[in-house]
C-alpha cells in the first residue's frame, strides 16, 4: 500500500473514531438526569416530583434540597457553573441573579412575581403557632398579635427564625414594620419580642415550629403551612393568624442559562414545575398566583404583600432594622 493511500487510511480511522466519542458523550449526556436544585420544603418537593413522574420525566432528573441561604450563595459563589440545571428558590433571591437565567414556557396570567425567565409556584406565609398544652400548663395568654408577643410575660417562651439565615424570618420583620414603621414603635415591639426569646433565636425557619411541636416554647414563628401540618397529625399545635396579617414570599422556579445549550428536557421540566403543579400547590399553600386561581375566603383575609419590591438591598436595610433591635 502506497503511503499516500495509508496515511488517508489512518485520518479516516481517527475521524470515525472521533465521531464515535462524540457520539457516546452525546449519548452520555442525554442520559444523564436533570439537575434540580431547590429550596422548597417537603410537600413541595412531593408535588414537583409528581408531575414530572406523571408527565413521563420518572426516573430522568435528581432533586438536591439545599437551605435557602446555601442555594443563594451557591448562585453567588458559582454563577453559570452551578451544577444545576433548574433552580427553585424565593423570587427575590432569583431577581438577584436573572442574568444567570434564560427564558422558557412560563405560564400566562400571573397576577405578580412573573417574568420569562422565571416563575412563581407556591406562595409561604408566615404566621405565629403555639402549643397549647404548654400555654396552659404556664398560664399564658393566647397571643392574638406580634404586638402581644413584647410582653414580658412571655420571657424564655417564644422562638424566632434570625432574620440573617433565615428568609421566613423576614416574614416577622416585614409585618412589623408594614404596621408599625421602622422608627421607634416598631423597633421598641421587635426588641421585645427578641428579648422573650433569648436563646431561642433559630437559624433554621422550621426550628421555631419543630420547638412548639416538642413543647420547649410555647409560641413559635414559621411557616403557616407547617403548623397546618402538625395540627392535623392531632399534636397541640394551633396556628395563630395574627392582627398584623400573614405576609408572604413567593418561591419560584428557573431555567439555567447554559448559553444556547439548555437541555431540551430541562426547559421541558422547568415548564412543568411552573404550570402543572399550580393546582396542587394551591390546596398546601392557598395564596392566589395566577389569574382563574381561587384561593379561600379565609387565606383572602389573612394573607398580605409587603408594599415594597422584596429585593436584597431590602433585606439588607430589614437586616439593619433587626440588629437595631437587638442591641
Not at 452520555?28 to 408535588?47: G, H, L, Y
Not at 414537583?48 to 426516573?59: K, M, P, V
Request: charge should be negative; include cysteine.
Amino acid at each position: 500500500m502506497k503511503k499516500t493511500a495509508f496515511t488517508k487510511l489512518l485520518a479516516l480511522g481517527a475521524f470515525m473514531g472521533s465521531m464515535a466519542f462524540l457520539g457516546a458523550c452525546s449519548d452520555a449526556q442525554a442520559n444523564d438526569p436533570v439537575i434540580i436544585f431547590s429550596s422548597a420544603d417537603a410537600e413541595a418537593i412531593r408535588v414537583i416530583e409528581e408531575q414530572l413522574d406523571a408527565n413521563g420525566f420518572a426516573g430522568q432528573y435528581l432533586i438536591q434540597v439545599l437551605g435557602t441561604g446555601e442555594l443563594a450563595g451557591r448562585l453567588v459563589a458559582e454563577g453559570s457553573n452551578i451544577e444545576a440545571d433548574i433552580v427553585t428558590l424565593t423570587t427575590f433571591h432569583l431577581d438577584s441573579n436573572e442574568d444567570l437565567f434564560t427564558a422558557f414556557d412560563v405560564p400566562a396570567g400571573g397576577l405578580m412575581y412573573s417574568t420569562n425567565y422565571r416563575s412563581p409556584i407556591l406562595g409561604l406565609e408566615g404566621s405565629l403557632m403555639v402549643n397549647t398544652e404548654v400555654l396552659l400548663d404556664s398560664q399564658l395568654p393566647m397571643p392574638s398579635s406580634l404586638r402581644d408577643l413584647a410582653d414580658p410575660v412571655f420571657a424564655g417562651q417564644i422562638s424566632v427564625p434570625d432574620l440573617h439565615s433565615s428568609a421566613t424570618g423576614w416574614l416577622l420583620v416585614q409585618a412589623i414594620i408594614d404596621n408599625y414603621g421602622d422608627g421607634e414603635e416598631g423597633r421598641e415591639i421587635l426588641a421585645g419580642i427578641l428579648a422573650n426569646v433569648g436563646p431561642h433565636l433559630e437559624t433554621s425557619g422550621s426550628a421555631p415550629v419543630a420547638k412548639v411541636r416538642a413543647g420547649e416554647v410555647a409560641v413559635g414563628f414559621g411557616l403557616r403551612q407547617q403548623g397546618v401540618a402538625e395540627e392535623a397529625n392531632g399534636l397541640p399545635v394551633q396556628v395563630i393568624d395574627v392582627a398584623e396579617g400573614n405576609y408572604v414570599l413567593t418561591e419560584a422556579v428557573a431555567l439555567v442559562n447554559r448559553g444556547g445549550d439548555e437541555r431540551e428536557e430541562a426547559r421541558e421540566m422547568a415548564a412543568i414545575i411552573a404550570g402543572d403543579t399550580r393546582a396542587t400547590m394551591l390546596e398546601v399553600y392557598p395564596t392566589a398566583l395566577f389569574e382563574g386561581e381561587v384561593s379561600t375566603p379565609e387565606a383572602e383575609a389573612r394573607v398580605r404583600f409587603f408594599p415594597e419590591t422584596l429585593t436584597t438591598d431590602l433585606l439588607a436595610q430589614h437586616q439593619a432594622f433587626f440588629r437595631s433591635a437587638q442591641e
